[in-house]
């Protein structure tokens, strides 16, 4: 950063009341305008027919670079790898920003282009060389674009009030059906827990317009009819029209909480998408306008970790077989288990998991988890440590599976097992991942977080 810009910054701070950071705000369209396959449902055949509602990244810069700058990107895709995560880091680095003051969330729109490893597995076969060659054209088109919208949000930085408050919006609900078998299946009428919170982080410039609005809940991006098979935002785009067109002036993201095991009530509907979107958008411009609303005194410090989290007990080599010939998407993963087998000897006993926090001094905590994470782990932080000052955000950073709880382990079904093998992974995690992963949450946010027993 330029002597003259710094202090150019410095001055703009200086002439607004209150705490003021220092905050920058992009967007960029990431539509693709070629033939691509969408992600999310195994049943897909072929590439997107049409575009419902363009895709887009948006990025919030906030802190000067002497505090360690931070770069909140969200994502209007089903995941995002942690190749790609490395990527941007190390391109941001030459800018001086540290990686664990990154943050890449994606949406979890199941009407997005596939991204190369991200559930690789989803059809259940290889595709076609000229589909796999879009797929993996968009994965570095969108890389580039998402190394585009960070820098230009760092360029847009200027004074800002950063304030977050919480809401309530309930169209999410419980998924996971326990018949009197004790089987679990997909359901509308799930009794288990769900989380229905709506934390909303706001900056505003020198004249209290809204520049950037951040949204979260948990819940599944998935309202939307898969045999339309047209590229769309979902309810989550939807919020975010729904937002700009209520505040002109601001960009709008839209981040996604543990809701793995939380689909939107009345699905396979464009009219729903469109309402649980202005349901959502509804809700976060009254906490804008209404509150109550906690100011955010100091940038974000970001920290980060990655943990090993072991699989159960791993498949033989005959195991594989017999699933290999008994075919569908089990088979095709476990024919690619056994070409593992053959290339290294063994397959991998645990997968790499990241952990990452920004802490706005005593105000908030920011927890971003990777993957498909259920509701417990939302549940379980937010009695762990203070709940009005915490916000976990899943799907970020990397997708490298469902992200099952011990109840949801013991229960079984889809979340715990089923869907391992569109992940390319040999088994289900093994019990105990859930404390695995809490307890590094716990070791990145200070004690003052916490909450007595």
Not at 115 to 120: E, I, Q, T
């Amino acid at each position: 950063m330029s002597s003259v810009w710094a202090a150019c910054l410095a001055a703009c701070l200086g002439g607004l009341d209150g705490p003021t950071i220092a905050v920058g705000v992009a967007k960029v369209d990431i539509t693709p305008d070629y033939p691509v396959r969408l992600h999310g449902y195994n049943s897909r055949q072929g590439p997107a027919v049409g575009v419902q509602q363009r895709l887009f990244a948006k990025a919030l810069a906030i802190g000067t670079d002497a505090e360690g700058a931070s770069v909140l990107i969200s994502l209007d895709n089903l995941g995002v790898t942690n190749a790609i995560g490395t990527e941007i880091g190390v391109r941001l680095a030459r800018v001086g920003m540290k990686r664990e003051h990154l943050a890449i969330t994606a949406s979890h729109t199941h009407s997005a282009p596939c991204l190369k490893g991200v559930a690789p597995h989803i059809f259940g076969r290889d595709l076609p060389a000229n589909e796999q060659a879009a797929i993996d054209r968009y994965t570095q088109e969108l890389t580039d674009k998402l190394e585009k919208v960070a820098l230009a949000a760092l360029a847009d930085r200027r004074a800002a009030s950063l304030a977050w408050g919480q809401g309530r919006c309930e169209f999410a609900i419980n998924r996971r059906v326990i018949r009197p078998d004790g089987t679990v299946a997909f359901g509308e009428n799930g009794t288990g827990p769900v989380d229905h919170s709506v934390p909303v982080l706001i900056a505003k410039d020198d004249s209290d317009t809204p520049r950037a609005i951040v949204v979260g809940y948990a819940c599944h991006c998935t309202t939307l009819d898969p045999k339309e098979n047209v590229i769309s935002g979902d309810w989550a785009g939807y919020a975010q029209e729904a937002i700009e067109k209520e505040f002109p002036s601001a960009i709008a993201l839209t981040i996604i909480g543990c809701g793995a095991d939380a689909n939107p009530i009345g699905r396979t509907s464009l009219d729903k998408a469109k309402e649980h979107g202005a349901s959502l958008a509804k809700e976060a411009a009254r906490i804008v306008r209404e509150g109550p609303l906690q100011p955010l005194r100091v940038a974000p410090d970001g920290r980060s970790r990655t943990i090993e989290l072991p699989f159960d007990t791993l498949p033989t080599r005959d195991q594989l077989e017999k699933l290999k010939v008994a075919g569908g998407a089990p088979g095709h993963n476990a024919s690619k288990m056994i070409e593992r087998l053959d290339q290294s000897g063994a397959l991998s006993p645990s997968l790499r998991y990241q952990v990452q926090t920004w802490r706005f001094g005593e105000d908030l905590v920011m927890v971003f988890l990777a993957g498909e994470v259920v509701v417990d782990y939302a549940t379980r932080l937010k009695g762990e440590l203070d709940a009005r000052r915490i916000w976990v955000v899943a799907y970020a950073n990397d997708a490298p599976c469902y992200v099952p709880s011990e109840r949801v382990l013991r229960e079984g079904g889809y979340e715990a097992a089923g869907a391992m093998v569109y992940y390319a992974h040999p088994t289900r995690l093994a019990p105990g991942v859930e404390d695995r992963i809490i307890s590094a949450v716990r070791e990145l946010v200070p004690t003052s977080f916490r909450v007595a027993p």
